[in-house]
Each structure stands twice: as C-alpha cells, then as structure tokens.
C-alpha cells in the first residue's frame, strides 16, 4: 500500500492509495482516535454496490457505522440536505462518539465535509471518493462547501479529512463520461507540474481507459502527490500557491455556470478552461504555438471536448465576472510557462480573454 | 488606550480597550488589511444609537459602510437570518473588498462570527462589542455559532476575528438586567484565575453598577487578559485549558434550556451553576464551605440570583444529559479547588449531582 501524507502540523493526515482498500476501511481507521460511532453519507447507488464493504469491515475492527443516503446529484450539496443531515446526526448523537465517512464522489465529499466542518464547531470526518475526480483532486486539501440558489461553493469551509481512502478499484463501475471528467483534472495536474506524466498520459491512452491497475495507480499517486504538497504550502489559499490548482478553472468554471452546470461537467469544462489559458498564455507571449497544439491533442486524446457550444461569448463573460475567484474585482488567470510549470496572472485584459473564447467558440 | 494582544500565529489579533474608542473604529481598523468594504451586522436600536459613529469614523478613513440589521433577540441566531445575511452580502459583494462588522452583543456576535466564517469559505470580521458580557467574554476567542431547532449553538465554527473593539462608554445605555447578566461571567473569571478581581468585586460594588470609567475599565481588563492566554492555550478546546472557561456552564446551561431560555440570562444561569459546581466540589471535599460562602455572598451582592425556580430537577438533568459538553457521554464539570482555582473533573455521579440542584432549589 501507498501512503502519502499530507503535512499540516495538527491537521495532517494519511492518503492511502491502493486496489481492494476499501475492504480495509475499519483496519486503517482504528489507530486515529476519530471515536467509535461512523456515520457515513452516501448514495443509495453507492451504498447498493459497497456498503455493505464498508459496513463489515467497520464492525469487525470495532467501529458502529449508520448510513444516512442523499440523492446522487449536485442537489445534496445544498442547504436543506446540510441541515437534514445534522438534525439526523444530532439525533443519532446520544451517548455516542461519532465521526463522518463521505463514501462518494465530490458532491458528497464536500457536502460531508462542510457538515463535519459545522457540526458542534467541527467533527472528525474521513474521505472513500468514489470517483477519479474525487480520488485525485476534491477529497485531498479539506475544502468543503454546499451551494447556494446565488452561486455554487458559496458557503463553506477549509475542514481537512483524517484519513483519505482511495481504491482505484472503485472505478471500475464508473459511467466513462464521468472517467473523462476525472482524466480532465489528471491532465490539469500533469500541465501545471508534473511534465513526465503529460508523456505517460500521451503514451498510456487504452491501459488507461481500461483501468490497467498499474496505470491508473502511478496516475493517482502522481496527482495526490502534487495536490498534497500545492495543499502543504498553502493551505487556506492565500499565498498564491494553492491558485495554480485553479488552471482551466477561471473559464472552466465560468463555462459550466453560463450553461447552468447542465451541458458539460467539470472535466468537460476545464479541458476547454486549459485550452483557452494556454491560448491566452500564447497571446501574451508567455507559452509557444507547439506546446498549446500538444495540449489540445491530448485533451483530444482523451475524448476531452476542445471547443466551446450553445452558449454565447456574453454569457461566460458575464460568469467570469460573478466568479469567486475573481478577487477584489480584478480578475486572475494561471497561466502555463511551459508544460509542467505555471504562473499566476492579474488583470488579463478583457479583450484578450473574449478573443480566445470566442477562437474556440 | 490598553491593547491586549490574543496571539495565535497568523491569527493572532488586538484587544482595543477605552471607553470612547467606538468613533476611532476607522482609526484601529486601517492597517489591518481586510479589505476596504465593512459591511456592518446589527439591530435597528444599536443602529440608531451607535450607527452614526461607527459610520463616519469608518468613512473618515477610507472605508465604505452598509449595515444590515437583524432582531434584538435570540432568534437572530438562526439559519434563515444566516442564510439571508449571505444572500444580501453575496449581492452586494460585487467588485467589493468586503469584511463583516458585528456591532451587538453577544448574539450578534456569534451570528456575524458563524456567517463570517462560511461566506466564500471565511472572509475577515471584527467585533465591537456592546455588552458586558461580550466586552468580556464572547466577543473574543473566535468561537461562532447559530441555534437549530434541537440545540443551541449545535452549529458553529471557529473562527476568529481580526480585532476586537472594547468601548465600555456603550455600557451606559445598557439594561440594568444586561450588565448584571455580564457581571455573572465576570465573577466566573475572578473564581476560575483571578483572587484580586474577587476582592475588587466584593469592594467595588456601588462603583462597578454605577459603571465607574476606571473600575469598569480594570474588570474588562483584567477578564479580557484571562480568556485571551485561556484561547492562546487551546483555542479550538481540545487540550482540556479552555475548558476552565465553563465553569459553572455545566448546569447554568442546562437551566437555561430546561426553562427554554426564558426565565434566566445566561449571567443568572450561570451564577446558580457556580454555585452549584462550587458545592459539588465541597461535596468532593476539594472545596472548603467557607469559600462556597463566599461566594454564594459575591452573587447575591450583584443582585444575583442563588436559587432555582420554577423549573423540575428531572428537567434540568434532561438538559444536562443533552449537553455538547456531556461528551461521549461521560459528564465533565468544572469545579473550585480554591477561588482563584479551578480543576475539570470527569464523571461527577449523577446522586450528587442531583443533590446538589435539589438543595438549591
């Protein structure tokens, strides 16, 4: 087994990375003084197909486990779920030690998460993603969040997990739409760091998109590696280190917003979100011609949509604008050197970001 | 003007404290870096007593201001004010540095806190406080909570402000009911830490009700120089320091829930719970009866009250059973070794403590 430790003084805590863990749920838990009583939140989906996994392995090291279960979409993560939740776990809470299991992809963690984040001023909280996306990028780093009807992630809070648990196993029930999403991040991470697994992905498509086990663990161990390590240095985001996590995600997000979170996913939306920093990058003379066409053609590659539809230039501007990371009114783009290295840009101006949008429009 | 400093690394923040100091509150906030937007949580009456000043003063110095008010009572620590607080600051935060001012008492406070920590995942907040008891004791220390139907405070973060500004001028227009109820929590400090403010107590009474500029200043000092080393030890309440700051809480707390935090403040329920804790520990023979006297004198000097009424022991153990401090399910209390002096004992057994709410019922 693989353990990558994210450092973080008090709040540091194990990734464990391997085939089959999931079986091992209660093993890994026991030493952490997390408490007795595991609630975990899932899907019905997901507590239909490892559930009873969880639950098992919980008993036999010890553990009590509840399953409390919220629909499988991005409507769990709002208010009402939140406080459904609570009500139910303060209920549950009598005489008891209890601690929270997100057994899911990033809807669910976030929305653990935050729960753990609020509840009698912060509980212990573990993370079993589910899906690559969550494996390799929104279970690490302890940020958590519901949506508000006024935008998405807008109440939330910095919580890390104890432990994460991730079993590359898991996937093998993966929709592929949602296994290209998650290939959209791995991407992402191999663009702002990690220049070698860019090559492995150019050179691994079939093992990959087969689940080759090896494969899909060096990916995984890549990917948590860095995001550990961004999350190390800056754990609440202020130093402009945790920023570059957000390449592709400026117009990515903006992207997924004016359509409504309807048309593309996240994957979907970043892959078009990299394409056009890169553009923009290129526009200002900071990354060549050579190295954007290497990057369209592994999000290609990978089935990654490269161009934008059915929405209008005005409407993603006018996301952009509302977007979260658009601080103090000025807007902030990570943009690539070369593949494998980053940097964070202020005030690009308004006209060179409409152009590329609409280059790919 | 004294400053007391609460160091906790990159949260570590200032304690201003002079009477007056609500039209320098531009003044103390400009070198902070928060951003330059304060948008200001209160009710209609502090608004219209204190808005003027704490408008202008911020104005003066460069920032810009819009208040929104909230009720005069409990029911403002509630998710839907939350909610709506978010909704109404989130529309106004466009092309804005918004930072959150809580001018109120403690309720407004921990509501102001709870929405500051959650918005956008934490933004910057500052507490003026304008009672007694939050002058001294809930403005400061960073913990923030709203109330759900089930408990109090079962929701809640920490998160600490950026500044606390004490003026105890805003004393003077206080209910009489108010400032006894703060004196409650400032008599809980001279037992925990502090033999001379005791004394000072029992000498000063006539001083200390007539809010006497430099007897007041001294108490708020003196309780504000303990809570502030108390959360520097344990902020987040996990190494068993901070607990000290519950003395009397234990069955104050569940007095004020079994009457449905109707029938005492929280300085008269909390003032029956030192009492209380005081004669458990004579019943534990770690206290002596003279200095439970003692005590029993102090509070009944500041007109407070030393009896339970009207409320059933039965309910009050249900309350206590309740408790976030009862936890995993083992009781914890705080109790007296000397004044001056206090310990935190596990597993009290429920005949004395029974005993101890029947005898002073």
Same mark, same amino acid.
């Given at each position: 087994m693989k353990t990558i430790r994210l450092n973080l003084k008090t709040r540091s805590y194990p990734i464990f990375i391997e085939e089959g863990l999931i079986v091992k749920t209660g093993c890994l838990l026991k030493n952490l003084m997390i408490g007795k009583d595991a609630v975990v939140i899932t899907n019905n989906n997901l507590r239909k197909r490892f559930g009873a996994k969880v639950k098992n392995s919980l008993e036999k090291h010890g553990f009590t486990s509840k399953f409390y279960v919220v629909p499988d979409s991005e409507k769990a993560k709002s208010i009402q779920y939140c406080l459904s939740l609570i009500n139910k776990i303060s209920k549950y809470d009598k005489k008891k030690q209890v601690f929270l299991i997100a057994l899911g992809g990033g809807v669910i963690g976030d929305l653990t998460g935050f729960v753990a984040s609020i509840y009698k001023r912060g509980i212990h909280y573990i993370q079993i993603p589910t899906t690559l996306l969550a494996q390799v990028d929104s279970s690490i780093g302890g940020k958590t969040a519901i949506d508000l009807k006024v935008a998405k992630n807008l109440v939330g809070a910095f919580h890390q997990p104890r432990a994460v648990i991730v079993d590359p196993g898991l996937l093998k029930s993966l929709p592929k739409r949602q296994l290209k999403s998650g290939l959209g991040e791995v991407i992402k991470y191999a663009i702002i760091k990690d220049?070698?697994?860019?090559?492995?992905?150019?050179?691994?498509?079939?093992?990959?998109?087969?689940?080759?086990k090896k494969a899909i663990e060096l990916i995984e161990r890549k990917c948590i590696y860095i995001k550990a390590k961004v999350v190390e240095n800056d754990e609440f985001e202020k130093k402009g280190i945790r920023t570059i996590l957000n390449f592709g995600h400026t117009i990515g997000h903006a992207l997924e917003s004016a359509c409504e979170y309807d048309k593309y996913n996240h994957g979907e939306a970043i892959s078009i979100g990299m394409i056009c920093a890169?553009?923009?990058?290129?526009?200002?003379?900071?990354?060549?011609?050579?190295?954007?066409? %290497?990057?369209?053609?592994?999000? %290609?590659?990978?089935?990654?949509p490269g161009r934008i539809k059915g929405v209008t230039l005005n409407k993603i501007m006018d996301s952009l604008v509302r977007d979260k990371k658009f601080i103090q009114a000025k807007n902030r783009f990570v943009l690539p050197k070369a593949i494998g290295k980053v940097i964070v840009k202020k005030n690009i101006p308004?006209?060179?970001?409409?152009?590329?949008?609409?280059?790919?429009?």
């Amino acid at each position: 087994m693989k353990t990558i430790r994210l450092n973080l003084k008090t709040r540091s805590y194990p990734i464990f990375i391997e085939e089959g863990l999931i079986v091992k749920t209660g093993c890994l838990l026991k030493n952490l003084m997390i408490g007795k009583d595991a609630v975990v939140i899932t899907n019905n989906n997901l507590r239909k197909r490892f559930g009873a996994k969880v639950k098992n392995s919980l008993e036999k090291h010890g553990f009590t486990s509840k399953f409390y279960v919220v629909p499988d979409s991005e409507k769990a993560k709002s208010i009402q779920y939140c406080l459904s939740l609570i009500n139910k776990i303060s209920k549950y809470d009598k005489k008891k030690q209890v601690f929270l299991i997100a057994l899911g992809g990033g809807v669910i963690g976030d929305l653990t998460g935050f729960v753990a984040s609020i509840y009698k001023r912060g509980i212990h909280y573990i993370q079993i993603p589910t899906t690559l996306l969550a494996q390799v990028d929104s279970s690490i780093g302890g940020k958590t969040a519901i949506d508000l009807k006024v935008a998405k992630n807008l109440v939330g809070a910095f919580h890390q997990p104890r432990a994460v648990i991730v079993d590359p196993g898991l996937l093998k029930s993966l929709p592929k739409r949602q296994l290209k999403s998650g290939l959209g991040e791995v991407i992402k991470y191999a663009i702002i760091k990690d220049r070698s697994l860019f090559s492995f992905l150019k050179n691994n498509r079939k093992k990959i998109f087969s689940l080759d086990k090896k494969a899909i663990e060096l990916i995984e161990r890549k990917c948590i590696y860095i995001k550990a390590k961004v999350v190390e240095n800056d754990e609440f985001e202020k130093k402009g280190i945790r920023t570059i996590l957000n390449f592709g995600h400026t117009i990515g997000h903006a992207l997924e917003s004016a359509c409504e979170y309807d048309k593309y996913n996240h994957g979907e939306a970043i892959s078009i979100g990299m394409i056009c920093a890169a553009d923009i990058a290129c526009n200002l003379k900071i990354f060549n011609e050579k190295d954007l066409d %290497k990057i369209i053609d592994l999000i %290609k590659l990978y089935n990654l949509p490269g161009r934008i539809k059915g929405v209008t230039l005005n409407k993603i501007m006018d996301s952009l604008v509302r977007d979260k990371k658009f601080i103090q009114a000025k807007n902030r783009f990570v943009l690539p050197k070369a593949i494998g290295k980053v940097i964070v840009k202020k005030n690009i101006p308004e006209n060179i970001i409409r152009g590329t949008i609409l280059k790919y429009s």
